[in-house]
């Protein structure tokens, strides 16, 4: 059964750094897209940008690029959404999914999604 | 503001059809397969429809996607209570080299 269970909530301040984390099992991880999804507080889904773990082939969509860093690990399957400075409105949840492709939103499997709060 | 453009709400009946309109351009709906996702409060999307008209193993076939031009639909016959959800369409622009995303619509069963 393929799974992506992500980390948990994280509460940080303006300015912080965070790493969140989704780990795959089920499936080969080096053979999948994984993509992050971002959502805000009662709003709409969006792309943030894929990376395909085999060679950490990244795409960023244009919106986030030089905003959040994505990364993977082959050793221990799992994906990465970080930030070096955090803002307010990074405040959202976070989903990773996911894809065959990297230019195609086709997101067969989820993250359950971290909820990442920024105040101060 | 979203490039796809999706109606905010739609509401139906238990048993009626409705249908959930997506707007884009020829840059994205307009060369590009069309994807449908639902949402409940508090969970994941899911895949509701691949590639314009595609279900997915497990989908319903009271779910039916179609499109034209630049434009697509989500159907949904024989409305049930469960399908109150959130519903976003979604395709890749081949301009902005990014997955768009229409706002979602919110569908209430009444």
């Known amino acids: 059964e393929v799974q992506l269970v992500q980390s948990g909530a994280e509460v940080k301040k303006p300015g912080d750094s965070l790493k969140i984390s989704c780990k795959a099992s089920?499936?080969?991880?080096?053979?999948?897209?994984i993509g992050w999804v971002r959502q805000m507080p009662g709003k709409g889904l969006e792309w943030m940008g894929i990376?395909?773990?085999?060679?950490?082939?990244?795409r960023y969509s244009p919106s986030f690029e030089g905003q959040a860093t994505i990364s993977a690990d082959k050793s221990t399957t799992t994906a990465y959404l970080q930030w070096s400075s955090l803002k307010a409105s990074d405040t959202a949840f976070y989903y990773c999914?996911?894809?065959?492709?990297?230019?195609?939103?086709?997101?067969?499997?989820w993250g359950q999604g971290t909820l990442v709060t920024v105040s101060s | 503001q979203s490039v796809l453009t999706q109606p905010p709400s739609a509401s139906g009946t238990p048993g009626q059809r409705v249908t959930i309109s997506c707007s884009g351009g020829?840059?994205?709906?307009?060369?590009?397969?069309v994807y449908w996702y639902q949402q409940f409060p508090g969970t994941a999307p899911k895949l509701l429809i691949s590639?314009?008209?595609e279900r997915p193993s497990g989908v319903p076939d009271r779910f039916s996607g179609s499109k034209s031009g630049t434009s697509a639909s989500l159907a949904i016959s024989g409305l049930r209570s469960e399908d109150e959800a959130d519903y976003y369409c979604?395709?890749?622009?081949?301009?902005?080299?990014?997955?768009?995303f229409g706002g979602g619509t919110k569908l209430t069963v009444l």
């Open positions: 990376i395909f773990p085999g060679d950490s082939d990244t």
């Open positions: 089920g499936y080969a991880f080096t053979t999948y897209w």
């Open positions: 590639r314009d008209n």
């Open positions: 979604t395709s890749w622009d081949d301009n902005l080299l990014t997955a768009l």
């Open positions: 999914a996911r894809s065959e492709y990297a230019s195609s939103p086709i997101f067969d499997n």
């Open positions: 020829s840059s994205n709906i307009g060369n590009n397969f």
